[in-house]
């Protein structure tokens, strides 16, 4: 099957979009092959209302469902052109995420996109699993187990850093670590850039040590797992203060926080434990040697594709489990009341794929 999956996260980096052909061999093994990919920025009007959506009312967030919808559905029919596409898998985009009230949402109207397309559209793949008491997130390690084999863990840098643990193939526990380019990029548009490219910001600050406390000893990092973040936490723990700060020194100090969650989460126990980098953050240079001061790590970066794509992809693998019937939430990562098929299909499959 030719699935089209969509991706966007909390960096506001974009809409990654990937085109996957999926085939299944008779032992139920998935082969798959990343035929095209790309990452479409975000219009202005919609990226600024992702900046602060807890400021939209209820009629403006209905309109922001539409409109993003609209912009996902056209940029699809745009990108694909004439190329033959059987599904098309979005994760639209979490504006709301309080899964302690058994509240999320994402917009990006499926119907719409699907009406747009004329393509058969999965979408909201979080809220099932909310209300069988799980966080909705994360939902990447079914994916990661099916299409990216041989890993102790997986740590996606984006917007959030998240992490899924394997032991010998088995999912052990998946869950969000800490915030991550959404604060980053934040910092870094205080002095005029989007991102703070290949860490050179925080290369030139100093650590705050009172601020690396105060972070670390943030409340959240005491939960066990399953564990999530929404935008509502990051903002009032990270973006509403620390304004009598240097940038680069915020940002060296954030990374380093960010550094230290890490290796409480991954160090130790027996022997070294493989691990597999993506997302945005798995291009900062800085960063990613800081990780490697980690004892027991070894980090792997793969292609630059499966760095950026590995999300899409992997939402485009969703969506096929979900029109096929399999599962594809696991409760060990989100801490649910059992494995769901998580996503709303809008049309028809045909009967032969």
């Known amino acids: ?52 959506p807890e400021s939209l009312g209820s009629e403006e967030i209905t309109d922001l469902d539409l409109e993003f919808g609209r912009f996902v559905g056209n940029e699809i029919k745009q990108w694909i052109g004439k190329a033959e596409v059987d599904l098309i898998s979005s994760h639209g ?26 393509i058969p559209t999965v979408c909201d793949f979080r809220k099932g699993d909310v209300l069988l008491g799980g966080q909705g997130a994360p939902l990447v390690p079914v994916g990661e187990r099916d299409l990216f084999k041989g890993y102790d863990a997986y740590i996606n840098l984006g917007g959030i850093v998240n992490v899924s643990i394997f032991d010998k193939g088995e999912l052990r526990s998946a869950f969000d670590i800490a915030p991550f380019n959404q604060v980053a990029n934040h910092f870094a548009e205080k002095l005029g850039s989007t991102m703070d490219e290949n860490g050179s ?15 670390n000893r943030l409340s959240f990092y005491a939960q066990k797992p399953p564990r999530s973040l929404g935008r509502e936490w990051v903002i009032s723990n990270f973006l509403d203060k620390n304004t009598e700060f240097q940038v680069e020194d915020l940002l060296a100090t954030f990374y380093e926080h960010v550094k230290l969650q890490v290796e409480a989460v991954l160090a130790g126990g027996n022997g070294n434990k493989k691990v597999m980098l993506s997302g945005g953050g798995a291009k900062n240079s800085y960063f990613v040697k800081r990780l490697e001061t980690i004892p027991g790590l070894k980090l792997h970066i793969p292609d630059p594709e499966i760095v950026d794509f590995k999300e899409a992809i992997v ?22 009341s059992r494995d769901s098929i998580g996503g709303d299909l809008f049309g028809k499959i045909s009967s032969n794929e």
Request: no cysteine.
């Open 1 to 52: 099957m030719r699935v089209v999956g969509a991706m966007s996260g909390s960096s506001l980096d974009g809409l990654d979009l990937a085109q996957v052909k999926f085939e299944f061999t008779p032992e139920k093994e998935v082969i798959w092959d990343l035929q095209n990919f790309e990452t479409v920025p975000l219009p202005d009007p919609i990226r600024n209302m992702l900046l602060d």
């Open 93 to 118: 985009h979490t504006v709301f995420h309080q899964p302690d009230k058994q509240l999320t949402l994402q917009i990006g109207s499926g119907r719409l996109i699907h009406q747009l397309t004329g």
């Open 201 to 215: 910001m925080a290369e030139r600050g100093e650590i705050i040590e009172t601020q690396l406390e105060n972070w």
């Open 315 to 336: 939402f485009a693998y969703l969506g096929l489990l979900r029109v096929r019937g399999e599962k594809n939430i696991f409760a060990a990562a989100t801490g649910a």
